[in-house]
């Protein structure tokens, strides 16, 4: 009779703990860094450096984010971006972009931000996790 009891308060038990949601996948960012962490965008494409952006008219592009290990699909999106050295935060806003895998994209030509140093802080999310990074990478327009 005390067995079943026992038995009988385990499945409850078993049963309550078993209602609650749990979010499916995971999102680790302890380890996430770009490697370099900056960029330098120049106005004046050098012949020699920039060959390959002069022929193609490419715009400046980051390597992908490293150390960020997660369920799928992984959205990323710029959340707080700081200028130093003369920048313009409003005038390089509306030219930067972050696409898949945390790769940064800036313009070659036109380019409307005062010359500076941008500090960038971004956010990774997936289905049920969020993680913000921040000042994780830097853009310096010379």
């Known amino acids: 009779m005390m067995k079943s009891r026992i038995l009988l308060v385990f499945i409850f038990l078993l049963g309550l703990y078993s209602c609650h949601d749990i979010t499916v996948g995971y999102l680790e960012t302890d380890d996430a860094l770009y490697s370099p962490d900056s960029m330098v965008v120049r106005r004046e494409l050098d012949p020699i450096q920039d060959y390959m952006m002069l022929q193609s008219g490419a715009d400046w592009a980051s390597v992908k984010i490293s150390g960020v290990i997660g369920t799928s699909p992984m959205q990323y999106e710029i959340t707080n ?7 313009d935060v409003d005038l ?6 972050i696409i898949g895998g945390g790769r940064f994209y800036f313009p070659s030509k036109d380019i409307k931000a005062p010359n500076g140093k941008y500090k960038l802080s971004i956010r990774i999310t997936n289905p049920g996790y969020s993680s913000e990074l921040k000042d994780i990478f830097t853009v310096i327009i010379k």
């Open 81 to 87: 971006v700081t200028a130093t050295d003369g920048g």
């Open 92 to 97: 390089f806003m509306e030219q930067i972009r």
